[in-house]
């Protein structure tokens, strides 16, 4: 068995050194070309395994590690270097700045030509493309979260990490986002996301983990965590 792409393994932590664990014990692992989707109740530590991957946490027991590469001691930024592209919940766009202008703002640390990324992105999200001049801030909730996605990708990353993309949309939005989490996917690019609409997100998801408290209750594929009794009885409403 080759090591998955990214893992955190065994995570123990919480946000500040002297402060309580929210993690016991938690892994999370995501192959290349695979989305691994993590759901679970609220107050689980659903965003903060995510954040622990990033690096955003105090780890005191447990490891990342990315590509082969061992990088539980990077910052979040040292981590975007390596290929990390992160897109959190809130605050994800620069809403004065036009579509555009955010997009060019995700290359920050690239030195080559990235006007190929860019026409990608538009030829994923369409919409984009069409309002490329317009500010950020004026865009739908699910136009929103496509240029904070496309942000991300602008890095080239090597992972994207996905931190409720749904969050306030319509299911009919939430449905075209997660067709373009998909079509990411399929460039190759592995996708860690962690989702309130549970049963949608198992529904896309090649491997999915719930989380109570915590701490890893079931893991499975998407599949077999749909079928799953005890999962669509606690996590699913039955």
């Known amino acids: 068995?080759?090591?998955?792409?990214?893992?955190?393994?065994?995570?123990?932590?919480?946000?500040?050194?002297?402060?309580?664990?929210?993690?016991?014990?938690?892994t999370i692992s995501v192959d290349r070309g695979e989305i691994a989707v993590i759901v679970g109740p609220n107050g689980a530590g659903k965003s903060t395994a995510m954040k622990a991957v990033f690096g955003m946490l105090d780890l005191r027991e447990g490891s990342v590690t990315l590509d082969g590469e061992d990088i539980t001691s990077l910052s979040p930024q040292d981590r975007v270097v390596k290929g990390m592209g992160f897109v959190p919940q809130t605050s994800n766009i620069f809403p004065s700045l036009t579509v555009e202008e955010n997009l060019e703002m995700g290359a920050f640390i690239r030195t080559d030509d990235f006007s190929d990324t860019m026409a990608q992105i538009y030829d994923l999200f369409p919409?984009?493309?069409?309002?490329r001049s317009q500010a950020a801030g004026e865009l739908s909730g699910g136009q929103r979260q496509q240029v904070a996605v496309g942000r991300a990708l602008m890095t080239?990353?090597?992972?994207?990490?996905?931190?409720?993309?749904?969050?306030?949309?319509?299911?009919?939005?939430?449905?075209?986002?997660?067709?373009?989490?998909?079509?990411?996917?399929?460039?190759?690019?592995?996708?860690?996301?962690?989702e309130q609409n549970?049963?949608?997100?198992?529904?896309?998801?090649?491997k999915g983990y719930v989380l109570v408290q915590g701490a890893n209750a079931h893991t499975g594929s998407g599949k077999e965590l749909l079928a799953n009794p005890e999962v669509r009885q606690s996590f699913l409403g039955g």
Not at 1 to 26: A, R, V
Not at 127 to 131: A, E, P, Q, S, Y
Not at 160 to 185: H, N, Y
């Open 198 to 206: 549970a049963r949608q997100a198992l529904e896309i998801a090649d």
């Open 127 to 131: 919409i984009l493309k069409d309002k």
């Open 156 to 194: 080239k990353p090597k992972l994207l990490m996905l931190d409720e993309p749904t969050a306030g949309v319509s299911p009919i939005v939430m449905d075209e986002l997660f067709d373009r989490i998909i079509d990411v996917a399929r460039t190759g690019i592995p996708i860690l996301m962690v």
């Open 1 to 26: 068995m080759s090591e998955p792409f990214l893992i955190g393994q065994n995570m123990t932590g919480g946000y500040s050194k002297g402060g309580p664990d929210i993690l016991h014990n938690c």
